[in-house]
């Protein structure tokens, strides 16, 4: 199982998927119309006696992401963000199915530390292992995200940097501000992942994604898939953050909030790819 090719949805994107539908009790026909399909062809993809094409699969989690607020779950945003199904996250933590439900959909008690720490490991375990071809640079690539003299363990100590508002440019494009205007606690989609940061949501917003005061919090080294959100960085200092549509050899295509059209960044330019694990507001 795994990812898919640029083509075609996953099996473990296509289970995830149809547990999402049978969570929020959306029925297949209406999903269908909705993205402009036959009921009976989506039925068939969700059932793995076809193929389901990304953009399919990609058109079916725009509607559901109209109804969700995983905002104040950062377990259900990082499941979500993985397309991981209950079952395999389970397997991953060694948690069982219906406590990982329970967890995901905020009911019952809160999960313990160690609960939280094995629910980290299986979402990075669950990127580390997905198929993709591995060719955009990931990780830091020597730009650290704030002042160097925050890199020292014993200023930080559990907590990660904020940077402030980026500065619109214009055409999607952002200035990102390499400067530090809080330090938070480290949220557990984070935890223990070097150079993890955050970043401020200006009062322009992003919307209809992100809104004036809410903080996005970006993992340096998780996969860029196509579906996932993400903060680029580009050889001549601008950024974008958007949704990854199309993820290659040759360029990554980003479609920012709210925007008619994805930008295309060519691979040669990235410097840097930071993928968006929650966003929290106050």
């Known amino acids: 199982m795994g990812f898919a090719t640029s083509k075609y949805a996953g099996e473990r994107e296509v289970a995830w998927l149809g547990e999402q539908l049978a969570h929020h009790r959306l029925p297949q026909s209406s999903v269908a119309r909705a993205i402009g399909v036959d009921p009976s062809s989506l039925s068939r993809g969700l059932r793995g006696s076809r193929s389901m094409r990304r953009d399919e699969f990609l058109a079916v989690v725009g509607v559901l992401e109209g109804l969700l607020d995983l905002a104040d779950n950062p377990f259900a945003r990082a499941a979500w963000d993985a397309r991981l199904p209950a079952s395999e996250i389970s397997a991953l933590s060694g948690i069982g199915v219906p406590r990982v439900i329970a967890i995901l959909r905020g009911r ?54 904020i940077l402030p508002a980026a500065v619109a440019l214009g055409d999607g494009y952002l200035k990102v501000r390499r400067i530090v205007a809080e330090i938070r606690d480290v949220p557990p989609p984070l935890a223990g992942v070097p150079d993890a940061f955050g970043i401020f949501v200006g009062e322009d917003g992003l919307a209809p994604r992100w809104y004036g005061g809410e903080v996005l919090f970006l993992h340096p080294g998780k996969p860029l898939l196509e579906g996932r959100w993400a903060m680029c960085d580009i050889a001549d200092g601008r950024s974008v953050i958007g949704m990854a549509t199309k993820v290659d050899r040759d360029e990554v295509r980003l479609a920012p909030p709210g925007a008619a059209d994805a930008l295309t960044l060519p691979a040669g330019e990235v410097r840097r790819i930071s993928v968006v694990v929650g966003a929290w507001s106050e």
């Open 108 to 161: 019952g008690d809160p999960p313990t530390a160690e609960e939280a720490e094995r629910l980290a490991a299986a979402f990075d375990d669950a990127g580390e292992g997905a198929s993709f071809p591995p060719v955009l640079p990931q990780g830091n690539g020597g730009n650290p995200p704030v002042r160097g003299q925050l890199r020292d363990p014993s200023v930080l100590d559990g907590r990660i940097p």
